[in-house]
């Protein structure tokens, strides 16, 4: 398939619109110029103008996406955080901003997601669905030791 031609300013507007639409990291910037035919030197000149523009703020990217991926979908900080590191964000910024999710809120929705999916078990022995209840949480990215002292309760 044939990439269709656009000027440079036009392909600056197109990302800037990008950016407007939802917070967006680097990485996300760098694959979508890849639809367009673009020298290095303009690429880099695009995302120059986005962040002087603050149209890119991979900060702002980084609060927003941890307080969507927990808030909304439920995600605990382990899979927030490898999402992340796929998205080529650094670890220190991840750091800086877990201060998005409040401590208790972070409690209150693993032990409602605990208490949530281990009461829609049925037939299965206490420990069945402690083991089952465990798992899933360690899929949605929550920390081991948090789930087990819900767990031993």
């Known amino acids: 398939m044939e990439k269709k031609l656009f000027t440079f300013s036009e392909i600056k ?3 800037a619109n990008y950016c407007v639409y939802q917070d967006r990291c680097h990485e996300e910037i760098e694959q979508k110029m890849r ?3 673009l020298i290095p030197e303009a690429k880099e000149e695009i995302i120059l103008y986005l962040i002087k523009e603050n149209f890119l703020n991979e900060e702002r990217f980084v609060r927003s996406y941890i307080r969507g991926k927990f808030y909304i979908k439920g995600w605990g900080k382990n899979k927030i955080k490898i ?3 796929q998205k ?3 670890e220190k910024l991840i750091s800086k901003c877990w201060n998005e999710i409040q401590d208790a809120d972070y409690q209150e929705a693993l032990e ?3 208490y949530d999916y281990y009461n829609k078990l049925k037939g299965l022995k206490d420990f069945q669905k402690k083991i089952k209840t465990t798992k899933y949480l360690l899929s949605k990215g929550f920390e081991y030791d948090d789930i087990l002292s819900i ?3």
Do not use: D, T
């Open 88 to 90: 080529k964000i650094n």
């Open 112 to 114: 409602k997601q605990y």
């Open 13 to 15: 507007q197109k990302m």
């Open 35 to 37: 639809e367009f035919v």
């Open 83 to 85: 999402q992340l590191i």
């Open 151 to 153: 767990s031993s309760v």
